[in-house]
């Protein structure tokens, strides 16, 4: 039997067979940095993403919120002349007899906003010197299936306005031309929206004071409230009433608020030494019968 010797390979020779070479060192290297260069690239886009987001959400123009306002309302009110941004804005309050309507009125002055987060919600302050008293405050609570809105009114009266502002609505109030103010008062008021259904808690006023008409040859009519009360359970619909606080012409009536919109049923009379002065009216607010008129709505 023959021996073999095999020399054994030194230190150095193993050292050298198992080290990468330098070109395998600089591929890696390579990899390594191509593959930070691509996460660094990807956050640098994302953040990119999100800056622009919250850019956008933070200077989103008044604009934005005119279109929202005028799309809510069937084109009838309109933010004219909006400038700011949706957050810090003002604009123009224009009533109009909605789409393709040549019917416009416009309010004096500008209406300024500010809306800021306040807690789950938002909270809207509003001012306009010619219309509001001091500074009005409302707080939204939007959601998918249930939003709120809540006025937490200043003392004494909420708004006044020109009635001739309702002109631009179109008929009937461009043939009313009405004269006089209406005025908001509320001790407070939410209105709610649930699962399809309009819910109200609290009161509001509309009161239509010292009115006049261009189809009534009297200097003023009178004055007349619209009272709108929601059911302290939430469980009824929103009850309507109107009365005459003053004047010649008497209106009373009373209605509800749900569903399927307005439902209202009231009627007009003159008193007996003005019949003829309002006659012109009578036939306008409503279906004539005998000497009264009847108003009907929904």
């Known amino acids: 039997m023959t021996l073999q010797w095999r020399r054994k390979p030194d230190a150095r020779a193993r050292s050298s067979a198992t ?24 956050w ?8 622009a987001l919250v850019a956008g959400v933070a200077f989103a123009p008044a604009t934005w919120l005119a279109q929202a306002v005028a799309s ?5 009110l309109l933010l004219s002349d909006a400038r700011g941004t949706v957050w810090s804005g003002s604009a123009v ?12 009125s416009a309010l004096p002055g500008r ?31 939007p959601g998918l299936s249930r ?35 209406l005025r ?23 009161e239509l004071v010292d009115a006049s008409s261009r189809l009534s040859t009297l200097d003023a009519l009178g004055s007349y409230r619209l009272r709108l009360v929601g059911d302290p359970a939430n469980a009824g619909q929103p009850q309507l009433s109107l009365s005459t606080q003053s004047g010649a012409l008497k209106l009373s009536g009373a209605g509800t608020f749900g569903p399927g919109g307005v439902r209202f049923r009231g009627e007009a009379r003159a008193e007996k030494a003005d019949e003829l002065a309002l006659a012109n009216l009578l036939n306008i607010i409503g279906r004539r019968d005998g000497a009264r008129s009847v108003i009907s709505i929904g």
Request: hydrophobic share 45%; proline share 7%.
């Open 19 to 42: 080290a990468p070479s330098p070109w395998t060192q600089a591929g890696g290297s390579d990899q390594a940095w191509a593959r930070s260069r691509a996460a660094g690239l990807r």
């Open 44 to 51: 640098a886009v994302a953040g990119a993403i999100v800056g």
């Open 72 to 76: 809510a309302s069937g084109e009838r």
């Open 93 to 104: 309050p224009v009533l109009t007899g909605g789409p393709g309507s040549r019917d416009a």
């Open 111 to 141: 209406l300024a906003w500010t809306i800021g987060l306040a807690g789950a919600g938002l909270e809207v302050r509003a001012t306009q010197a010619c219309c509001l008293n001091g500074s009005v405050l409302l707080n939204l609570h």
């Open 147 to 181: 939003w709120s809105a809540t006025l937490v009114p200043p003392a004494g009266w909420v708004g006044e306005w020109p009635s001739a502002w309702l002109a631009g609505l179109g008929t009937p109030w461009n043939t009313l031309q009405l004269g006089g103010s």
């Open 184 to 206: 908001l008062v509320s001790p407070g008021f939410t209105l709610e929206w649930v699962a399809g259904r309009w819910r109200v808690a609290g009161q509001a006023d509309i």
